[in-house]
T-cell receptor, first 115, second 113 residues
Framework: DTGVSQNPRHKITKRGQNVTFRCDPI?????LYWYRQTLGQGPEFLTYFQNEAQLEKSRLLSDRFSAERPKGSFSTLEIQRTEQGDSAMYLC?????????????FGPGTRLTVL | DQQVKQNSPSLSVQEGRISILNCDYTNSMFDYFLWYKKYPAEGPTFLISISSIKDKNEDGRFTVFLNKSAKHLSLHIVPSQPGDSAVYFC????????????FGKGTKLTVNP
């Protein structure tokens, strides 16, 4: 399978704990995005990378959130001191910047539950 | 401020009939629009897109229409099949600026056999 993969698929944690999610994009894609989706809403943009550079961060991304893409391949999203309001589906997408529309392809997501 | 709006939370149609999903937007800087389909516990799957310089794009059973003056687009599925039952999201982006997708809240389509 050469699609976007995310691990873990599900994470249950207690409030105050730190969690880290991983995303492996489609291999030739140079852009990687993180989104968050809560119940009844569409995905909301968090941040994106072009290669290893983080080019934009949403105001939704508080200081407790940090994302990295150290070698321009996989990415990690870490949430420190989790809060119940962090419970959501965290989606990763990748795309190939170049000619035409920059279509983003999504992974299956990581569902986070903070107790 | 909801820049992309899907005002119908749900839609139910009979198998074989046409499904029409609607989307409105407020930001005139959007120049690409995309539709994604999402099944429960899965990520969104790309369906079809349209550039703002076009008014129609067709791919098999799926056609997207864009009315720029009305800031309105629609997705037509003909004929509808039970496997089309999912949540459909409209999304928009401004190419060359921020590359983020701005999504609507989605419309849940149910196709009854």
């Amino acid at each position: 399978d050469t699609g976007v993969s995310q691990n873990p698929r599900h994470k249950i944690t207690k409030r105050g704990q730190n969690v880290t999610f991983r995303c492996d994009p489609i291999s030739e894609h140079n852009r990687l995005y993180w989104y968050r989706q809560t119940l009844g809403q569409g995905p909301e943009f968090l941040t994106y990378f072009q290669n290893e550079a983080q080019l934009e961060k949403s105001r939704l991304l508080s200081d407790r959130f940090s994302a990295e893409r150290p070698k321009g391949s996989f990415s990690t999203l870490e949430i420190q001191r989790t809060e119940q309001g962090d419970s959501a589906m965290y989606l990763c997408a990748s795309s190939l910047a170049g000619a035409g529309i920059d279509t983003q392809y999504f992974g299956p997501g990581t569902r986070l539950t903070v107790l | 401020d909801q820049q992309v709006k899907q005002n119908s939370p749900s839609l139910s149609v009979q198998e074989g009939r046409i499904s029409i999903l609607n989307c409105d937007y407020t930001n005139s800087m959007f120049d690409y629009f995309l539709w994604y389909k999402k099944y429960p516990a899965e990520g969104p799957t790309f369906l079809i897109s349209i550039s703002s310089i076009k008014d129609k794009n067709e791919d098999g059973r799926f056609t997207v229409f864009l009315n720029k003056s009305a800031k309105h687009l629609s997705l037509h599925i003909v004929p509808s099949q039970p496997g089309d039952s999912a949540v459909y999201f409209c999304a928009a982006l401004t190419q060359g600026g921020s590359e983020k997708l701005v999504f609507g809240k989605g419309t849940k389509l149910t196709v009854n056999p």
